[in-house]
């Protein structure tokens, strides 16, 4: 079985950042179900499912449409009830979004992710009750968006900002 440090190593630096829905997710769901099969002996199996790999642009998108509807509610006073019905719905849906009950992100649910599935069941002895246990190994293998402060430029500036405290 491979190092843990040569496998976190070929992870990070050979795949690199793997998004949700990126072509860098889906090498290293193959690669850690390669890696459960061969090494750990375990059937593991990749399991598709439908993601947002944009999430924040529903949330971008209702603030966006907050923000138009007060701007134009100020400009055309008249509009005003209507605006502010259309922004009060448009708050609602961005605190159902925050709290995890998507209702306008499923729309935009285009990409394709997966998960890494491997489940081990312990063969009965004799003499041992019918009762098996099994253990499922789940892999949690995307790394998110990638941040500002962690591309090259911005690694390279932190020893700046770290002595202006």
């Known amino acids: 079985m491979a190092d843990l440090y040569e496998r976190i190593t070929y992870l990070s630096q050979t795949v690199g950042p793997r998004p949700a829905g990126t072509e860098e997710e889906q090498q290293a769901a193959l690669y850690i179900t390669e890696s459960l099969r061969e090494d750990a002996g375990l059937p593991a199996v990749i399991e598709d499912f439908n993601c947002n790999p944009d999430y924040d642009l529903t949330k971008g998108i209702l603030s966006g449409v907050a923000l138009v509807c007060g701007i134009l509610s100020v400009l055309a006073s008249m509009l005003a009830?209507?605006?502010?019905?259309?922004?009060?719905?448009?708050?609602?849906?961005?605190i159902m979004e925050s709290l995890g009950k998507p209702i306008i992100?499923?729309?935009?649910?285009?990409?394709?992710s997966q998960n890494v599935v491997a489940k081990y069941e312990p063969l009965l002895a004799e003499g041992v009750s019918s009762r098996r246990r099994k253990i499922i190994v789940v892999a949690h293998y995307d790394s998110g968006k990638i941040q500002p402060e962690l591309t090259p430029l911005g690694i390279k500036a932190l020893p700046l900002f770290s002595g202006l405290r």
């Open 105 to 112: 992100s499923q729309s935009f649910a285009k990409g394709a």
């Open 81 to 94: 009830i209507p605006l502010l019905l259309i922004s009060i719905v448009a708050a609602a849906l961005f």
